[in-house]
């Protein structure tokens, strides 16, 4: 790929104390794509996720070496702007944490705190954020109820409106499926293939059948290391690693 | 009958005796209060400030007290939360979890709570005499809030440090900062805990007699200085129980199911503005 990436990442090793949790993984994410961070348990996935948007710097004990460059920017380096940083990035969690207010409030949350003020905009950004994440017709009557009233299917999808209302480059996702029932995970796979004409789009899953429906590239770590990558194609139907083969193929997990 | 359901019948009764026990000596007290304090309540006694003889059973009231509680209490609570907001979302939000200081300071905090009140009154006699203030009401303010800040910080460090971390990220990561984080979703998200921890320190505060007697020291005058002695209910009661006529004895009565009313007004209200703030809450 001779296109500038949004995401570089050179050489990255993460400790948890004493622990490594990656191992010298050096890898780009292409762009506007989908990549997929496959792996069983334990094995780092989320760890270099939530290294992209400089997450792992709230745990204990946490040291990171390398380079991870978003946009050209050495986001570990510690003058970084972590806060820039994180805005670029939309995060979807394994379980939806909707923010103590109104689904309104949740959706203008990030633009409010990065200065847009007028009501008339909020609430054109609110409107068309819940649309882009099909949330819209199902609450448009109750905007100012309290979003932990919505049900988890719909709080994810309202998560992933209000990340996007930040107008992110990037979209994280750490298992996102994972507490959603059948049809909510099928809308969210749905709307990640919608978005990824704008977006870039990483995401965590450790279900091989939504890896492969939803990929474009892969990633395969295994205790740390980054085992394999590639398009997904590739990794699916042809990994050129033993390893790779046998997680495909459900014997290891 | 096997082993294990009788093990299961004892406690389970053994949970029900405690319940009652705790029940019936709340009722018991109320009883108590009521019973010997009703006869004396009349309009006067909130309306009006002790006159000349009221302490020998003369005519007059606890209007003195009732604002001198109130003003004490809650300027002690207001100058306690706003010491320990900025402390518990520091322990919580700005320290990681397990920090050397976090640790410390829970445990002076647990240590502070443990703390007679009484010594908290001398302690502010101390600091009173240092900056040349005699009994007044800041100093009452000052001591009450040093008695009470140990609770509610306790009180709102139990409720944030529940707050998930992933709750936290997920405002980090639409790229807010910790203060945003702090003072827009975790006091949200903790307004019910919050409100229950101020309601549980002015609880404190206002009944508390020993922590005022050097500090605020007493007045029969309705008095709003800050400068100034003032009257609180806990010592009101105090010196009408210490005289020898039952008149003025039950008088002290009718003191403490003012004061009783008073606590109990303030929890039920805190009741509804928690149930109000509650809906917000992300479980």
């Not at chain 2, 409720?159 to 979703?185: C, D, H």
């Not at chain 2, 002695?229 to 039950?250: H, S």
């Not at chain 2, 109990?264 to 917000?280: D, E, P």
Request: proline share 4%; net charge positive; glycine share 8%.
């Amino acid at each position: 790929m001779e296109f500038k990436n949004h995401i570089c990442v050179q050489n990255l090793n993460v400790y948890y104390g004493k622990v490594q949790a990656l191992k010298n993984i050096s890898v780009e994410i292409p762009d506007k794509k989908i990549t997929v961070i496959i792996g069983p348990s334990g094995c780092g996935k989320t760890t270099l996720l939530k290294s992209f948007n400089r997450l792992i710097d709230l745990m204990d004990n946490v040291k990171a070496t390398g380079k991870i460059l978003v946009d050209g920017e050495d986001i570990l380096d510690p003058k970084a702007e972590v806060v820039d940083i994180r805005k670029k990035m939309g995060l979807l969690s394994q379980k939806p944490y909707p923010l103590p207010m109104s689904i309104y409030d949740n959706v203008a949350y990030g633009p409010r705190i990065h200065g847009t003020k007028g009501r008339k905009e909020l609430d054109q950004i609110v409107e068309y954020r819940l649309k882009e994440s099909s949330l819209w017709e199902e609450v448009k009557d109750r905007l100012h109820d309290p979003a932990s009233r919505l049900s988890v299917g719909q709080q994810q999808r309202l998560c992933l409106a209000r990340g996007l209302a930040v107008e992110p480059e990037i979209i994280l996702g750490d298992e996102p499926t994972s507490a959603l029932d059948p049809n909510s995970s099928q809308r969210i796979e749905q709307k990640f293939l919608e978005l990824k004409d704008r977006y870039t789009i990483v995401v965590v899953t450790h279900i091989l059948r939504q890896a492969k429906r939803i990929a474009d590239y892969v990633l395969f770590l295994y205790m740390g290391e980054l085992i394999e990558h590639g398009p997904a194609r590739e990794i699916f139907e042809n990994p050129k690693q033993k390893l790779t083969r046998e997680y495909i193929q459900g014997s290891i997990s | 009958m096997d082993s294990r359901k009788i093990e299961e019948n004892v406690f389970k009764g053994l949970m029900i005796f405690s319940s009652l026990v705790i029940s019936a000596g709340l009722l018991w007290i109320l009883a108590v209060i009521i019973i010997k304090g009703l006869p004396a309540m009349n309009l006067a006694m909130i309306t009006q400030a002790p006159k000349g003889g009221f302490y020998l059973g003369k005519e007059g009231g606890i209007l003195n007290a009732i604002v001198g509680s109130l003003l004490l209490a809650g300027g002690a609570t207001a100058l306690a939360l706003f010491l320990s907001l900025p402390l518990v979302l520091y322990l919580n939000v700005y320290l990681k979890k397990g920090a050397r200081l976090a640790v410390f300071t829970r445990f002076s905090l647990d240590v502070l709570w443990g703390v007679p009140s009484i010594v908290y009154g001398a302690f502010g006699f101390t600091l009173m005499l240092f900056f040349g203030l005699r009994a007044s009401l800041l100093g009452g303010i000052i001591a009450v809030a040093l008695l009470i800040f140990p609770i509610m910080c306790r009180a709102m460090d139990e409720v944030m440090q529940m707050i998930p971390q992933e709750l936290m990220n997920a405002s980090y990561s639409l790229g807010s900062t910790r203060w945003e984080t702090a003072f827009k979703v975790v006091v949200r998200q903790a307004l019910p805990g919050i409100l229950t921890a101020i309601l549980i320190a002015f609880g404190r505060g206002i009944g508390d007699a020993a922590s005022v007697i050097f500090t605020a020291g007493f007045t029969d005058s309705v008095s709003f200085s800050l400068f100034r002695p003032v009257a609180t209910l806990p010592l009101a009661i105090f010196y009408q129980l210490g005289t020898p006529f039952p008149e003025v004895q039950a008088r002290a009565h009718a003191s403490s199911l003012i004061l009783t009313i008073i606590i109990i007004t303030i929890s039920i209200g805190a009741r509804i503005l928690t149930k109000r703030f509650q809906g917000y809450v992300v479980k």
